[in-house]
């Protein structure tokens, strides 16, 4: 084990490789990056740093944290109906890092890139006294005009989702707790899933062509399902009814909202979902089903707009669910 | 004093009326913005986060701290010949800041954004375990294929700095040390001055048509001098070549350099200066420096570019100067 000895090493030895495919990197030789859309198109921009203890656990694999800092940034680029094309990477350490550790992050880091379709193509590196933080900021293309948005869900919209709902909570939680690791009512492989999600999501790119020609709103749900519906329908200034019992669960997930009470609202709660959430007009509502299955995205409508105020969820009985918090606030 | 309590609120609050100019920002509503450079323009994009403890102290002014993190990413826009038009801005706080401390921060904000000419256009809010970081990514517009690189200087080029060197290491320095603010040979005006030049550094972005049509190469200095030329010399492929004596100071710092010997050389490697340098060549040498006087920023030949590799710097008897180290390197 040997720890870098100078930023120009850990940038040309390690981060370079990842930019060479994109001519406005400059092979990370310049401070700046040259960065254009292509005629037609806008940028759609977005930084969302992940910083361990927060995020992350500082022992998770340095491939992992590598792939989740660039894959959370994705995820808002999917929802925004975006093609990825570059990042720029902040990167702050509480000490130099191992030549290892360093060259195991950029392997996670390029086998997100490869997946999600962009290029490294600048950024930063510090020591400070805090935690491992990785500040990534995402570039994606967009038709002139048509990023899909937040605050324009419409009454009589019925909303979306992508995938399941809760894995990653689930996966989160068992790799903390003893009981959940034990004796939950699932087998190795729905474990192993779980846990998946929470570690290398994968943004719901595919849902791209979808969005774009039937969503009258979206965004990706990082805080928890019930916190970012809340803010979509306040955003847009309408109100949110879910049905609970629709909401998409994996075959691990049922089975432990099945046994576990707690769980029947905690998947709503839970947050790093990496799902999309939309808002599709009902006359709209076959086509995009329609190409969400093209591309062999699951997508389930669990509620609709309306019009007033706040997020309502219903059990199978009509009932009212009550939760004791929406989701992530860092300030709440 | 009251902390704030979420998330939203200290968006919408405090940080989305520094967003109103700029259609893309969305209000800050959006998860994302949509950035688009003018037609026969490419965006310069650049991410450098400022860390409290690193970059600034924890006690320094919300204001100040404000200014200087907007101000040292602009600077680096400066040196590429573009025009600042947009920032993100990602905050991971220790702990949720007081109403009052976000708003004096927010002022800071919008008085460099005026300044600069740029709007804040999204990003992201955190609780981490670590000090106070600030993460800005600037956007800015030089025509297409025109951003000045850092990696061009040839040999022959003639080695200039914008403004005067070593006033913000000296401010720093008298922050800290009772002896500088006791004994140092300087007036209440200058030592002032020396303290604003680390608080609130400007970015030479008046010398953007200067650099455009003459300079071979630029970068803003902010790790020292000397490390930065280095930096310059070695990706460019050429040595550099430096007389101390031409380096240009401010009246302050001159009576300082004057009267305590350490500090001759450690102006040139003290950092955040936040000036430009850039290679020019001889034949338009004359024309870079007439556009400078026309934009009233002070421009100085401190050397020249050669064949070979490495920095080296002579004091005025042509004897070579022996430098500890040459500026900052978090990881050296």
Redesign the interface.
């Known amino acids: 084990m040997s ?8 940038v040309q030895e390690f981060l370079a490789p990842l930019a060479v495919a994109e001519p ?1 990197a ?2 990370l ?9 292509r005629p037609g ?9 992940v ?1 361990a ?2 995020h992350f656990f500082p022992n998770d694999k340095p491939g992992d944290i590598g792939w989740k800092a660039l894959a959370v940034n994705v995820s ?2 999917a ?2 109906g ?1 093609i990825p094309r570059a990042y ?3 990167l ?2 509480p000490t ?1 890092p191992e030549r290892e550790w360093m060259s195991a992050f950029a392997e996670g880091l390029r086998a997100a890139q490869t997946a999600f379709g962009c290029h490294l ?11 491992l ?1 990785i ?1 990534v ?1 995402v ?1 994606g293309e ?1 038709p ?2 048509r ?1 899909v ?3 324009t869900a419409r009454v009589g919209d019925i909303v979306y989702v992508s995938g399941s709902i809760g894995d990653s909570a689930l996966g989160l939680h068992a790799r903390t707790n003893g009981f959940a690791r034990k004796f939950w009512p699932i087998d190795t492989e729905e474990r192993a899933y779980l846990n998946l999600r929470y570690l290398r999501p994968v943004p719901r790119l595919e849902l791209r062509q979808a969005l774009l020609a039937h969503a009258s709103a979206a ?2 749900i990082s805080d928890g399902l019930a916190k970012d519906l809340e ?1 979509m329908a ?2 847009s200034g309408v109100a949110a009814h879910v049905r609970l019992a629709d909401v998409p669960l994996s075959s691990g997930a049922a089975k432990i909202v099945a046994s576990i009470a707690e769980w029947q609202t905690k998947v709503v709660t839970g947050g790093d979902d990496y799902e999309i959430l939309c808002a599709v007009p009902p006359s709209r509502a076959a086509g995009f089903e329609r190409d969400a299955v093209a591309s062999k995205m699951r997508v389930t409508a669990i509620g609709t707009f309306a019009a007033g105020a706040g997020l309502s969820i219903v059990d199978p009985s009509g009932a009212v669910v009550v939760l004791d918090r929406t989701g992530w ?4």
Request: aromatic content about 6%.
């Open positions: 720890a870098i000895t100078s930023e120009t090493s850990l406005g400059f092979g030789l310049d401070d700046c990056a040259a960065l254009t859309p198109m806008d940028w759609v921009v977005k930084t969302d740093p910083i203890g927060v808002d680029l929802a925004k975006a720029l990477l902040a702050s350490f130099a193509v600048g950024g930063d590196t510090d020591k400070s006294t805090g935690p933080s500040g900021t570039f967009v002139t005009g990023m948005r937040r605050a965004m990706d803010r306040s955003a606030d860092h300030f709440g």
